[in-house]
């Protein structure tokens, strides 16, 4: 049994490499964005150390070994200014994990600018980006889980909106070598999204200006597949070192590399570090958790190349 999950984890793999195969460009990049301030201490190295509700940004399938109800909300300043904001909750339901989320980007108000007003009209408006998510998880036996989240995703800039469905569809298989856990997940599958409505493009034609009215043009979620392990590296009585290593192939750039390392005194403290390999922007990141009860605190801090380091706040409740 164990020989043919890693037959199965590996073909998968190697199918999904085919499908990847071209950097293009991709919207709703909003999907991308790390979700839980101990996601970004790992350096996005989280799909397979996640539990709880988080665990339905990361990978679905690790909500089927869940038994408790949990809680999650987090906050992240992103680049410009930025608000990104998450929540989810988690619960049992018979053989299965339920778990519905929320995922929300947002600018400050901005002013209205036209070519005859380019000082403002005095109105306002705003970018919003959301994804309301479902997720259902089932554990096959104590090592083997399933999982897929299905989201409704919308991009709206003022009045003008473009909607659609995504999936994510994970894999968790605990290896029986300590606690050494194998992953895969498949992220934002889905179809184009495309703004409603027309707008008005100016050409010229030799001395003619003329406004034609234009529709908007379709573009792609930002598909990405993951593959990694995780597993506690060094253990006592009191302390404990977890390692994670995941490899991200997006549709819209090539092969990533996400390496994290969890140090963890008594279940109450942790303290992580974590680097990204082949990002524009990101590389090293730092965080830490505190355990009170069944109250978890994250905080941590990204560095960016080009901008201001960014910093995540999360919260996690779990409830017997």
Do not use: C
Not at 49 to 57: E, L, P
Not at 85 to 101: E, I, L, P
Not at 157 to 169: C, E, L, P, R
Not at 258 to 278: A, M, Q, T
Request: no cysteine.
């Amino acid at each position: 049994m164990k020989k043919k999950i890693i037959i199965v984890f590996l073909l998968s793999f190697l199918s999904a490499q085919s499908d990847f195969n071209k950097v293009g460009t991709a919207g709703a990049l909003f999907l991308t964005i790390p979700t839980g301030a101990g996601s970004q201490g790992l350096g996005r190295a989280y799909s397979g150390v996640a539990t709880g509700a988080v665990a339905a940004f990361w990978n679905p399938a690790a909500l089927g070994f869940e038994r408790e109800i949990s809680l999650f909300t987090g906050y992240t300043q992103w680049l410009l200014g930025l608000h990104h904001q998450t929540s989810a909750v988690s619960f049992r339901f018979r053989r299965f994990t339920v778990g519905f989320s929320q995922k929300l980007l947002t600018t400050a108000p901005m002013a209205i600018t036209t070519t005859r007003e380019p000082r403002g009209t005095g109105e306002t408006f705003r970018y919003l980006d959301l994804a309301l998510g479902v997720s259902v998880a089932k554990a096959f036996s104590d090592r083997f889980a399933l999982g897929s989240t299905i989201r409704y995703v919308q991009e709206s800039v003022s009045n003008i909106q473009a909607g659609g469905f995504s999936v994510d569809i994970g894999s968790y298989y605990k290896l029986g070598y300590k606690d050494l856990r194998m992953f895969m997940v498949l992220k934002n599958f889905g179809s184009d999204l495309k703004f409603r409505g027309t707008f008005l493009d100016t050409r010229v034609k030799g001395n003619i200006k003329e406004e034609v009215e234009l529709e908007y043009g379709a573009f792609s979620l930002p598909l990405t597949f993951v593959f990694g392990m995780a597993g506690t590296i060094w253990q006592n009585e009191h302390y404990s070192f977890i390692g994670a290593v995941e490899a991200a192939h997006p549709s819209d750039y090539s092969q990533r590399l996400n390496l994290g390392g969890e140090f963890d005194w008594n279940s109450v403290l942790k303290i992580r570090s974590g680097y990204k390999l082949n990002y524009e922007q990101e590389s090293w990141s730092v965080g830490f958790g505190y355990t009170m009860g069944k109250i978890v605190l994250d905080m941590a801090y990204s560095a960016m190349k080009d901008f201001p380091g960014v910093t995540s706040y999360s919260v996690q409740y779990n409830i017997k």
